[in-house]
């Protein structure tokens, strides 16, 4: 009898006809917008559709110790002024700043380390270099000074800048070494390479650190790059704009991942100590997890395999990684080193 009617009332109803039809549209088009991996209407998801999610693969990290900190120094910085910079090292140390480098010198040093006798000292950088810089200049850091250091090239050089875009040169490269032979036998790390922008007369960016590189003693390179969080969960690291490099290339691909927080650049603070940094989601927990390829450090443990999207920058999740406690020396590698430069 019920199907008698609904029979009855699908024939003479319009308005019968025309909901069925609509709830089957809209039926057929949350299932076609899932399968295509598109963001659905938390009212047309299935509750247990967040238990389906495969959980984000976690990034295989080393936890090693940096003895190197670099970092820009206070006041303008130009060509014909010089530039400051601000090392602090766990060790004593030498800094050579090579004003006007050649792009395909330090490329060439770079794969020099990687494939034959390492960089440990001031003077295999130099033979690495070959002459192709226009002024060098050392100065001896004693362990964890953090006093400034002015380098500036000779007036009487006369140079003003470094050409047109896109430049053959780099403007200024900190090399940071350490200098007792018995420090490089206890540490992986033996050098850090800093390329750093200096304004001058044709190209007025103000000053900043392009690239930062780590080379170990096994002939390895990784790129140090910055964490990015929000600015409502106490501070944030931005990216270097100078991974838009004026330069024409860029010595290596993804080669170090998230290992300069904004936690490492503070001396003597522990990500611990931080006050809230709180995961952007649940707000309760700390934040504990970097999004990778995004880099925001921004959620928690619990938080993390409920999302495909970051919850900042909307970025598609590949992988994470955990943020572990510790010294503001201690950082994270990746596990897979570049073992090539572009």
Known sequence: MAAVFLVTLYEY?????????????????AMVLGWFGFDVPVILRSSDETESNLPTPEKQMVQ??????????????????GAS????CLEPCVLSCFWGCEVSALQGALQAHMRGPRLRTPRHFQEALHLRYQHCQSFCISSEDSEERHTQIPAD???TDFGPLPRERYPLVAVL???????????????SVTVIHVPDDKYSLSARLLFQYLLTSQGNMYELKPLFMSADTGGASGPPDSEQSTTPSEPTEEARRVEQSPVLEEEGEHWSEGTGRDCVVCQNAAVNRVLLPCRHACVCDGC???????????????ESFTLTQGPAADQLLHTEPVNDIQ
Request: proline residues 7%.
């Open 64 to 81: 090693v110790t940096n003895p190197f900190a670099l970092e820009m120094g206070s006041g303008a910085a130009s060509v014909t002024d």
């Open 177 to 191: 070494t350490l200098a007792e032979p018995e420090a490089r036998n206890t540490y992986n790390l033996v050098a």
């Open 85 to 88: 910079v601000r090392p602090c």
């Open 157 to 159: 050089r006369r140079i």
């Open 304 to 318: 993390v395999s409920h999302f495909q999207h970051c919850p900042i920058c909307r970025a598609f999740v590949l």
């Open 13 to 29: 109803s319009p308005l019968f006809y025309i909901s069925v039809v609509s709830l089957c549209f809209v039926v057929t088009a």
